[in-house]
């Protein structure tokens, strides 16, 4: 199922609203260790997988990339990157993830953010990034934890006061689709334990340098009500991989 909410006038209008669409990638939480896993950009070929508003096209391209090609199936989302990006080397492609075509070996880096689990094929992606990258090409990537997907209701549990107590986690090795709510609509995730995501990787030939599970930077903690919670249970799960 290719699912695409955010050209939806009333998800896209909410979505536009979060701090990470306004201010970028210094409001994305996960984007600190994101950023100390990416590696030089320099005179390298960037494919970024679900751009949105382009922010990692254009970081790529400031630190120095050769070329980024930026996709999404979102023309909306789309249309506000193309607004933000004045650089001939940097090309999108209105397209879902899972019918991308390019030359085998054509990339350096692949990149792509809190993307994967709205696709039902992680195995399809492995492949398909595995054949697009050049040899010692890697592979860079967050997606929401197993921990955080397992349940439809994706929250906390709560007293009669409203205190969060715990963070329940249940079916979590039922993989498969969870209707979840977010933002203004249903929106329909794939949970897939963490063991899928390696396994993934290595039976599509990749060699795993590093798994991360970021927490929020201490100015986060100390500036954001309830965000100490975050450091009770894990909400993003970041991959680096190498293509041997």
């Known amino acids: 199922m290719k699912q695409n909410k955010y050209d939806d006038e009333n998800f896209y209008s909410a979505y536009e609203k979060m701090p990470r669409s306004v201010r970028g990638l ?5 984007w600190p260790v994101f950023q100390s896993l990416l590696p030089d950009f320099r005179n390298k070929s960037v494919l970024d997988l679900g751009c949105g508003f382009g922010w990692h096209c254009r970081y790529a391209r400031e630190r120095q990339a050769s070329s980024v090609v930026g996709v999404d199936i979102s023309e909306r989302m789309l249309q506000k990157a193309r607004e933000r990006t004045d650089d001939p080397a940097i090309s999108y492609i209105h397209k879902p993830i899972e019918d991308i075509h390019f030359p085998e070996g054509q990339f350096d880096i692949v990149i792509s953010s809190l993307a994967f689990h709205y696709l039902e094929s992680f195995d399809l992606i492995c492949n398909k990034v595995y054949h697009y990258l050049k040899a010692n090409g890697v592979f860079i990537f967050s997606v929401e934890h197993p921990v955080f997907t397992s349940r439809a209701e994706q929250d906390w549990y709560y007293d009669n006061q409203g205190n969060r107590l715990h963070w329940p986690v249940d079916n979590y090795q039922e993989e498969g689709i969870r209707e979840t709510s977010f933002l203004t609509e249903n929106v329909i995730k794939y949970h897939r334990t963490l063991s899928t995501y390696l396994n993934g990787l290595l039976n599509a030939g990749f060699h795993i340098k590093a798994v ?12 954001i009500p309830g965000m100490k919670d975050e450091l009770r249970r894990p909400m993003f799960l970041i991959i680096s991989a190498e293509k041997q």
């Open 26 to 30: 210094e409001a994305a939480g996960e």
């Open 212 to 223: 991360k599970e970021p927490i929020p930077s201490e100015e986060m903690l100390q500036s």
